[in-house]
């Protein structure tokens, strides 16, 4: 039974896919830095909304083939080395690439050159072969790939059993141990250089990015012409193939999108004029929003009700929520502002819903949650993202 220790392994991507590993034959720790995941992981307590995770890591628990540590002296067991730590932005957008180079310092004093070591998240064009680097500079010589995560928050458990996965690798050994490693989960590989592996992943999120970006801008002027953008889409997407990807409108955020968009963008030498469009359009939703409301309401008077904090329906996770954008904002334009989300629990001034609903003047649903199908109110519902089936007209 080969030994595989993830390096971020508490986290949306590492936690899953350690379950799932550990849930195939393999021994897994995931190495996490927080003490308080790790804790609430070995007790068999998920800290992240994520389907199919709490059963899988109650059995892989009681399996004895996975557990949780701070430890980084757990590296030395591993056959496999897995680094699940990203690419951070600065509060510039800049990328900061040094990240992962310092992960896998922390590591050095109990890796081996026998080990395969994957790295798992985006990260900036070249990062893989500065990795190599390091690790040739400290004498090690493991076998290094770059072999991206694909999966969608909420659904990694089934997607990484379905989703082919990219082994970015410089030689034929590499990919081959790689290739053997993924394959046990019974998906497909396609071997390409790790550079280019570095790019598919930024091309993948950034393609979605600038298709959310699109459907926002036609939204914005339907919007402006007065005209229902979840009719016209309708109309385009009834059985024409050509246009079942056009997404709806609504705020498209998250911990990856913006981040990686504004990667390209950096690693293309800030010649991105499609990427920045992108993020102007994404961004600038919050305050159009707002604007058009000032031009209906006394927002000053008001009070507003934002319902949905996390940056995706049916998700605890509020990272980069433009909810939080929008909240901003109206917090400076109207006279009270208040926030639920029936998922989210790390956020204590968060309300429940029906009090919201109660005390608020208006309502924005600003993320789509199941939940708010079945709203019954004659509140004002700004629905951009037409969960209610009426329009998303403001």
């Given at each position: 039974?080969?030994?595989?220790?993830?390096?971020?392994g508490g986290g949306h991507v590492g936690l899953p896919l350690a379950l799932v590993l550990a849930s195939n034959g393999y021994k897994v720790c995931s190495l996490d830095i927080s003490h308080e995941t790790v804790d609430l992981i070995n007790s068999g307590i998920m800290p992240f909304k994520e389907n199919g995770a709490p059963e899988l890591l109650v059995h892989t628990l009681a399996a004895g083939n996975?557990?949780?540590?701070?430890?980084?002296?757990?590296?030395?067991?591993?056959?496999?080395?897995?680094?699940?730590?990203?690419?951070?932005?600065?509060?510039?957008?800049?990328?900061?690439?040094?990240?992962?180079?310092?992960?896998?310092?922390?590591?050095?004093?109990?890796?081996?050159?026998?080990?395969?070591?994957?790295?798992?998240?985006?990260?900036?064009?070249?990062?893989?072969?500065?990795?190599?680097?390091?690790?040739?500079?400290?004498?090690?010589?493991?076998?290094?790939?770059?072999?991206?995560?694909?999966?969608?928050?909420?659904?990694?458990?089934?997607?990484?059993?379905?989703?082919?996965?990219?082994?970015?690798?410089?030689n034929e050994p590499a990919a081959d141990r790689a290739t053997s490693f993924f394959s046990k989960l019974g998906i497909e590989t396609i071997v390409v250089t790790p550079e280019e592996a570095e790019l598919a992943k930024l091309f993948t999120n950034v393609w979605r990015y600038i298709k959310f970006a699109a459907a926002n801008q036609f939204w914005l002027m339907s919007n402006e012409a007065g005209l229902?953008?979840?009719?016209?889409?309708?109309?385009?997407?009834?059985?024409?193939?050509?246009?079942?990807?056009?997404?709806?409108?609504?705020?498209?955020?998250?911990?990856?999108?913006?981040?990686?968009?504004?990667?390209?963008?950096?690693?293309?030498?800030?010649?991105?004029?499609?990427?920045?469009?992108?993020?102007?359009?994404?961004?600038?939703?919050?305050?159009?929003?707002?604007?058009?409301?000032?031009?209906?309401?006394?927002?000053?008077?008001?009070?507003?009700?934002?319902?949905?904090?996390?940056?995706?329906?049916?998700?605890?996770?509020?990272?980069?929520?433009?909810?939080?954008?929008?909240?901003?904002?109206?917090?400076?334009?109207?006279?009270?502002?208040?926030?639920?989300?029936?998922?989210?629990?790390?956020?204590?001034?968060?309300?429940?819903?029906?009090?919201?609903?109660?005390?608020?003047?208006?309502?924005?649903?600003?993320?789509?949650?199941?939940?708010?199908?079945?709203?019954?109110?004659?509140?004002?519902?700004?629905?951009?993202?037409?969960?209610?089936?009426?329009?998303?007209?403001?």
């Open positions: 039974m080969q030994n595989v220790v993830i390096v971020g996975f557990k949780a540590t701070t430890e980084h002296s757990v590296v030395a067991e591993a056959d496999v080395l897995i680094v699940v730590i990203g690419t951070p932005m600065d509060q510039h957008l800049n990328p900061n690439p040094n990240a992962v180079g310092d992960a896998i310092f922390a590591c050095m004093p109990y890796m081996n050159s026998s080990q395969l070591v994957v790295l798992r998240s985006t990260v900036f064009p070249g990062v893989t072969a500065k990795v190599k680097s390091l690790l040739e500079d400290a004498g090690l010589h493991p076998e290094l790939t770059f072999c991206p995560e694909r999966i969608l928050e909420g659904d990694a458990i089934k997607e990484l059993r379905e989703l082919p996965q990219i082994i970015g690798a410089w229902d953008f979840a009719k016209i889409r309708e109309a385009i997407r009834f059985d024409y193939p050509r246009a079942s990807d056009l997404p709806k409108a609504g705020f498209a955020a998250g911990p990856c999108l913006l981040k990686d968009t504004m990667q390209l963008a950096a690693f293309s030498n800030n010649n991105f004029g499609l990427g920045y469009s992108a993020m102007l359009v994404n961004e600038g939703l919050p305050l159009y929003i707002v604007n058009k409301l000032e031009e209906k309401y006394d927002l000053s008077k008001m009070k507003v009700g934002i319902l949905g904090a996390a940056f995706k329906s049916e998700s605890d996770d509020i990272r980069e929520s433009l909810s939080y954008k929008l909240k901003k904002i109206l917090e400076f334009k109207a006279n009270k502002v208040f926030m639920t989300d029936p998922h989210v629990t790390v956020d204590f001034n968060l309300k429940p819903l029906n009090e919201v609903i109660r005390d608020s003047d208006i309502l924005i649903l600003a993320t789509p949650h199941s939940a708010y199908q079945e709203i019954i109110t004659d509140k004002p519902i700004i629905d951009i993202w037409n969960v209610l089936g009426n329009g998303n007209l403001i």
